[in-house]
Structure formats: structure tokens, C-alpha cells
């Protein structure tokens, strides 16, 4: 929000007094700072972590034994809990409009971070992630050099146990009320692919965040794909391209109606083969399923004057001794008539 702010020393750092108003106050944009802004509004409208900083329960953990984190010294912990308390707090004759600019805050952390200094723009959970981490950090009970230890592999333990032994070997290095909030632990699954080997490698890692692709129903149940039409040359058409939706567990049969549905051919004297590398890579049969193509691969569908040439067996196709598989790379080269010259001249393709 940019309306009616004024700076952010129109509020003192005083301490909470329990009343909170009904909504946080806006953040003005001090310069491309919108990933800033709604991370910040994020994280604040969070209640477990709101009432951490904003009642001070923080203070207790920025210092251990006389020990502060070596890096920001508990200074970004601070200047975070300043930030929640003007958020939060209510203003004087209403709150509409209330906006504040966070200078301090960003400034705190342009010092301790040079990626954010200047006006670029930046990724929202970039930000948000370094920010839990610099908090978990500067309120972590463990001060000063920590224990080195190793993640262990699962050595065919159940999940469960290797789980605690990670989080039980974490805890000896970060021990913080952020760390509860906010770190979980990921199962991660590692197989040899030698087939005299196949050893399964199981064990946790800790995260502070997931990321998951946000996708339709409709996206998760269908591939869309680029084909490339070539009409045959006596139609006196040019090659059309076309992108092409069906649902995953199809077949090339499937990408074959569609595609000459929509370029009005006769799918029956279509043939669609693969590109790689600038040569024919692979011919497609019709009972191929969709689930084999790569939405990424060049896909080429030829109409045909002559369709039956095609409908042979390999070996039939290619002669003997010379039976194409897949993966194999063949060259094709087709003649058609000009649609420029006189009769009888030839084009190659």
C-alpha cells in the first residue's frame, strides 16, 4: 500500500500493550520492494509467530551464556519485531489509509545480505527464506561453534528411526522456536542405477519450505503438443504448426486425428515422425502412447499422397539385414512437386 503513509518513525519501538488493531498497517513500496512488501505481510499475519516477536518471548534466546550470533549479532530478530509491533499496533483516529515505510528494516538487511541492496526486483520466497533463516539464526539456543555432525543413510532402518536420528542430529546444531515453526523434514530416495548395484540410499533433509507447482485438473490430466503439418505438395499449401491438448494416457492414433482434424487433412494418409538433430529420429506407429513423447520433442506430421507405402513391416520397409529400431537415425528424402516451377520440376525436402 502507498496511500497516506507517513515515515516509519511516526511509531517508536515501545513495548506491546495487547491491543492489536484489526488488520496490519499497509508497506509502502520504497522502490521495487513489492516482493519485500508481501513477504513481510506474509510472515506477519502468521498468529505463532506475530506473538513471538511482538511480545518479546524472542529476547530470551537472542543471547546464550553472553553469546549473540556471530553474523547479525540478534540485530535482524530485532528489527523484525519493531517492524510486527508498528504493524500491528493501532493507529490514532483509525487505521484507514495506515501505511508505514520500512526503511530501517530494509536497510538491516541490505547489511547483512548484499543481494537485496539497490532496486531489483527479487523472488518473493527467495526473500521469505532467507528471512526465516536469519531469524531462526539469531534465536537459536545453540551460540557460538557448533558441533560438526554427519548424516547417516538409512543402512535398511525403517523410515521412522532414520527420521528422528536426523531431526535428534539437527537439534544439536538448531534448537529455536523458528526451527518449530517452520522446518520440516524431507525423505529423500537415491538408487544406483548400475544393475549389478541398485543400492538404495534413504535419508532426511531438512527444509524450511515446499514447492509445488499450482496447475489446473484440466493440466494435470492432458499434454499439449507442437506438431508441425507438411501438407503434400500437389494440395499447394505451406506446412501449418499446431498445438494440440489431449488427455496424457492417449495414443499417437489420438495425435494423429487431432492434428489433421485441425489442418483438414485425412489422418489415415498421415504419418507423424520425431526430429532430432535436424534428422528423422523416429516414425510413430498409431498404437504409440502420448506418455512416451516429451512435450519438448519436434514432432513433424507428413500427409501423404501414397499412406500405404508406409503400412509394411520394417523389415519389409527397409529390406533385409536393415531393420530399424528406436533410437536409430535415419535420413529420409522425399520429392514433391514445385509450386513455383512447371511441370516436372522437383523440389527436395
Not at 532496486?119 to 551460540?143: G, P, T, W
Not at 535419508?203 to 508441425?228: E, G, H
Not at 501438407?231 to 486425428?257: I, Q, W, Y
Request: proline letters at 4%; charged letters at 25%.
Amino acid at each position: 500500500a502507498n496511500a497516506g503513509a507517513d515515515a516509519e518513525d511516526d511509531a517508536d519501538d515501545r513495548p506491546f500493550d495487547g491491543h492489536w488493531a484489526p488488520r496490519t498497517a499497509g508497506i509502502d513500496n520504497l522502490g521495487n520492494t513489492c516482493f519485500m512488501n508481501s513477504s513481510l505481510q506474509c510472515l506477519a499475519n502468521i498468529p505463532c509467530l506475530r506473538d513471538y516477536f511482538v511480545t518479546d518471548a524472542y529476547r530470551d534466546t537472542l543471547k546464550v551464556s553472553g553469546k549473540l550470533t556471530e553474523t547479525t549479532n540478534g540485530e535482524l530478530a530485532e528489527g523484525f519485531a519493531v517492524l510486527l509491533r508498528r504493524l500491528w499496533r493501532p493507529a490514532a483516529g483509525g487505521d484507514a489509509g495506515r501505511a508505514l515505510a520500512p526503511w530501517d528494516f530494509r536497510q538491516l538487511v541490505c547489511r547483512y545480505d548484499s543481494r537485496f541492496i539497490g532496486y531489483r526486483q527479487h523472488d518473493s520466497m527467495e526473500f521469505v527464506e532467507y528471512l526465516i533463516d536469519a531469524l531462526k539464526e539469531d534465536c537459536n539456543r545453540v551460540k557460538g561453534k557448533k558441533l560438526y555432525v554427519e548424516r547417516a543413510d538409512s543402512n535398511n532402518r525403517p523410515d521412522a528411526v532414520v527420521a528422528l536420528e536426523a531431526s535428534n542430529k539437527f537439534l544439536l546444531r538448531n534448537d529455536s522456536v523458528i526451527d518449530d515453526y517452520f522446518v520440516g523434514f524431507l525423505k529423500a530416495t537415491t538408487t544406483c542405477p548400475e544393475p549389478s548395484c541398485q543400492f538404495e540410499s534413504v535419508v532426511f533433509d531438512p527444509i524450511l519450505s515446499v514447492k509445488v507447482p499450482l496447475q489446473s485438473s484440466k493440466q494435470c490430466s492432458t499434454s499439449t503438443f507442437a506438431v508441425t503439418v507438411v501438407p503434400v505438395a500437389s494440395s499447394g499449401r505451406g506446412a501449418t504448426r499446431h498445438h494440440v491438448s489431449l488427455p496424457k494416457f492417449g495414443s499417437v492414433g489420438d495425435l494423429l486425428e487431432a492434428a489433421a482434424q485441425a489442418s483438414d487433412i485425412r489422418p489415415e494418409s498421415a504419418m507423424l515422425i520425431e526430429v532430432f538433430s535436424s534428422r528423422v529420429y523416429k516414425f510413430f506407429e498409431a498404437a504409440d502412447q502420448l506418455v512416451d513423447i516429451d512435450s519438448a520433442d519436434i514432432l513433424v506430421m507428413y500427409e501423404l499422397a501414397h499412406p500405404e507405402a508406409f503400412e509394411m513391416s520394417n523389415e519389409k520397409r527397409w529390406g533385409p539385414g536393415e531393420v530399424v529400431k528406436e533410437g536409430d537415425v535415419v535420413q529420409v528424402v522425399s520429392t514433391f512437386s514445385s509450386c513455383s516451377g512447371g511441370q516436372g520440376d522437383k523440389g527436395m525436402h
